[in-house]
């Protein structure tokens, strides 16, 4: 007697498919997310295999002027970023007058890593707790601020970019004309870039200022760069604020190492 094969019908299929589906979703999160971060660990390779690369190919110049457009943004980031430093120690030296510091803050580690997966807004380093990273870290992408940690297992951790919506952070906005900054908050646009929030008009504001990542206790000792400012007109829904937008110092999308910034508790103020 030849054997029958079982072939189940669309509705038996639909309703298994079903059950699964409900049972996924009442398992706890951290199981999911163990999940999820096992699936990367074994396809991750394949999953972004030839990203990103062409980035850092250049076309050969014969001009001995010629700067490529990931090292001018490399040494703008660079120079940026000592600005912020150099306005930081003016603003100590106003304050303390001549009072002498007795020893300087303790300088934040650098955990590196490398992008092993990305998505939207999201991306996927091979370093975790075990490395020192928790919640809340901000991540450099060649010394730029890309976004903060949003969950770390013990040797994976997601993520979030400034571009996400779900991604806010203080920032200072510089004011070289008058001395200062202007502080504020952004949020990510979903896109490339990051929009700056209820920022008042009082604020004198303009299109090219840089955008800082605002130091916070335990996470950033100092400021960081992030981008610029590419747009600021008056609010559409509200003309007593500006619409700010932010380009980001790099694009994103090609950025393939990064580096944790991790304080020292005692450093962390």
């Not at 457009?69 to 106003?94: G, P």
């Not at 650098?110 to 928790?134: H, Y």
């Not at 299109?207 to 130091?215: H, I, L, P």
């Not at 619409?243 to 694009?251: L, S």
Request: glycine share 8%; proline share 5%; net charge positive.
């Amino acid at each position: 007697m030849a054997r029958t094969r079982f072939k189940p019908s669309k509705l038996t299929l639909f309703i298994g498919l079903f059950l699964f589906g409900c049972v996924l979703l009442l398992l706890p999160q951290t199981l999911t997310s163990k999940l999820n971060f096992a699936f990367i660990d074994i396809f991750g390779f394949f999953l972004n295999m030839g990203s990103s690369a062409a980035y850092y190919h250049q076309p050969p110049s014969t001009s001995p002027d010629f700067v490529s457009r990931h090292e001018y943004n490399r040494l703008w980031v660079a120079y940026t970023n000592q600005q912020a430093e150099l306005q930081e120690y003016k603003r100590q030296i106003e304050e303390l007058g001549k009072v002498r510091l007795t020893e300087p803050d303790p300088l934040a580690g650098l955990v590196l890593a490398k992008v092993v997966n990305r998505k939207d807004n999201q991306f996927i380093i091979n370093r975790g707790s075990n490395d020192g990273l928790k919640n809340g870290q901000y991540v450099l992408g060649d010394n730029a601020v890309i976004g903060v940690i949003e969950q770390a297992s013990a040797d994976i951790s997601s993520v979030r970019l400034i571009t996400s919506s779900t991604c806010k952070i203080p920032i200072r906005i510089s004011a070289p004309q008058i001395g200062t900054y202007f502080n504020g908050t952004m949020q990510g646009d979903d896109k490339n870039g990051a929009i700056i929030l209820n920022m008042p008009q009082k604020y004198k504001i303009k299109a090219g200022s840089n955008v800082y990542a605002a130091e916070k206790a335990g996470f950033l000792l100092s400021p960081r760069i992030i981008g610029r400012i590419s747009r600021c007109v008056i609010g559409e829904t509200n003309p007593v604020i500006w619409d700010i937008t932010v380009e980001t110092a790099y694009n994103l999308n090609n950025i393939t190492d990064v580096a944790v910034i991790v304080i020292n508790p005692a450093a962390g103020g």
